[in-house]
T-cell receptor
């Protein structure tokens, strides 16, 4: 158990809908990362937050947004969903602000299915 | 541009065989870090090892060993005397220090290892 909690584990929704994925980092970790794992794109970095502020951005679509709250949990909001958004979404956390050598602890992921 | 290539999509071995998973990376940064993560059937990603670009010493941890060669931009992973519990998808990843990109990991496509009894 990594200590990173993601909810829900599974999510089934329809195209055009909006969903929110939630992540609680390990106790004491200040950074939260979101990754998307799909069959065609593999594991892709979406975005990172450190202590409530956006720290780094990757291949995140404009329809997607994230935030980190004062209690350090994070939410990833996906809107106007398309079939191609079906994927496993991982949250990870680390202690510091995201130095290149940091070890990330991953949650079990949220499997999103868009029908 | 940064890139990680794991050319082996799937590998199947019989228990007790040794197996090597290949990883080749591309980066312009002189300071970078390489990682291996394991994704068992349960789905979560588990950290295995981290290596920085200035340390080319090979590392051994039990049945696992890693060979880092800057000259060939490779960071290969060997499992000795494989076991059924080693069955998983293994990911190699790169993290660059340039532009302070933080903990952004660039993953390879993964190698699915199947160890049969």
């Amino acid at each position: 158990d990594s200590g990173v909690t993601q909810t829900p584990k599974h999510l089934i929704t329809a195209t055009g809908q909006r969903v929110t994925l939630r992540c609680s980092p390990r106790s004491g970790d200040l950074s939260v990362y979101w990754y998307q794992q799909s069959l065609d794109q593999g594991l892709q970095f979406l975005i990172q937050y450190y202590n409530g502020e956006e720290r780094a951005k990757g291949n995140i679509l404009e329809r997607f947004s994230a935030q980190q709250f004062p209690d350090l949990h994070s939410e990833l909001n996906l809107s106007s969903l398309e079939l191609g958004d079906s994927a496993l979404y991982f949250c990870a956390s680390s202690v510091e602000s995201g130095f290149a050598n940091e070890k990330l602890f991953f949650g079990s992921g949220t499997q999103l299915s868009v029908l | 541009a940064q890139k990680v290539t794991q050319a082996q999509t799937e590998i199947s071995v019989v228990e007790k065989e040794d197996v090597t998973l290949d990883c080749v990376y591309e980066t312009r940064d002189t300071t970078y870090y390489l990682f291996w993560y394991k994704q068992p059937p349960s789905g979560e990603l588990v950290f295995l090892i981290r290596r920085n670009s200035f340390d080319e010493q090979n590392e051994i941890s039990g049945r696992y060993s890693w060979n880092f060669q800057k000259s060939t931009s490779s960071f290969n992973f060997t499992i000795t005397a494989s076991q059924v519990v080693d069955s998983a998808v293994y990911f190699c990843a790169l993290s660059e220090a340039l532009y302070n990109q933080g903990g952004k990991l660039i993953f390879g496509q993964g190698t699915e290892l199947s160890v049969k009894p």
